[in-house]
């Protein structure tokens, strides 16, 4: 059934794109290198991942359409003995429901899946489905807030999220990143995910009309996973990559 959802919003999604019209779109893939990320290839230490990300986001008279595809790789000396990987991506489109002027600019119907496997034979596929809104927040350059009924295949209770999205620049520094919020159910805990970049475009100093920025990303993860009876210094995730990342 989740299957057949997700095809008929696929399809749904490429019907509409090929009648309605784009506004502008944003694609881009970046590199981050950090340490003391949590529960990666054993919950009683912190690892040091690189990853490669690459992204989408645009604009349509429908409504919108993000996605990204992250791949971790850990070190060689892992805990495990062997090297970690993953493959994590998510897929949201957002349907504008009505539009408005003023502080709140849209209400939107929104979607999203999440997929993802790990080189320790972990797999899962989540289904999010929520209503949303943006925001016309003066100093910033966008910002939504999207509450999600989230239906989790791995974790074997469903639960409720809540995703504020945020961008501002200040020439050519610019803030940006999300805030998740996710309740607890008998079998997990909350988590609270606070995880910005900031970022600095190099790519005017080199005469590049496209962006190239460098910076760092800070990854504030609390209760990572959810997993319940954890101590608190296992499953906290306080991590600081640095960041490059071009705008293709």
């Known amino acids: 059934m989740k299957k057949t959802l997700f095809t008929l919003a696929g399809a749904s999604v490429l019907s509409m794109g090929a009648q309605a019209e784009q506004f502008w779109a944003d694609n881009s893939v970046s590199l981050l290198q950090g340490s003391d990320y949590a529960m990666v290839d054993s919950v009683d230490d912190k690892a040091t991942l690189t990853t490669m990300t690459l992204e989408h986001v645009s604009g349509h008279s429908w409504g919108g359409l993000f996605f990204f595809v992250d791949r971790h790789v850990g070190e060689d000396d892992s805990a495990s003995g062997q090297q970690f990987k993953e493959t994590y991506g998510e897929v949201s489109p957002k349907f504008t429901l009505v539009e408005m002027d003023g502080f709140v600019k849209s209400i939107n119907a929104a979607f999203t899946y999440e997929f993802g496997s790990t080189s320790s034979g972990f797999s899962q596929d989540n289904y999010l489905y929520g209503v949303g809104a943006d925001f ?26 809540l995703t504020l999205v945020y961008g501002a620049h200040f020439g050519e520094v610019i803030v940006d990143g999300y805030i ?8 997990t805990d909350a988590q609270f995910h606070f995880n910005p970049q900031i970022t600095y475009n190099v790519g005017s100093l080199m005469g590049l009309k496209n962006k190239v920025k460098v910076g760092v990303e800070y990854s504030y993860w609390a209760n990572k996973f959810g997993v319940k009876d954890l101590d608190d210094k296992i499953d906290e995730q306080n991590a600081f990559s640095l960041l490059l990342k071009a705008h293709l």
């Open 180 to 187: 998740d919020y996710s309740t607890g159910t008998e079998v």
């Open 136 to 161: 016309a927040v003066p100093g910033l350059d966008y910002f939504g807030a999207t509450y999600y009924y989230a239906d989790n295949e791995a974790a074997e209770a469903d639960d409720h999220q």
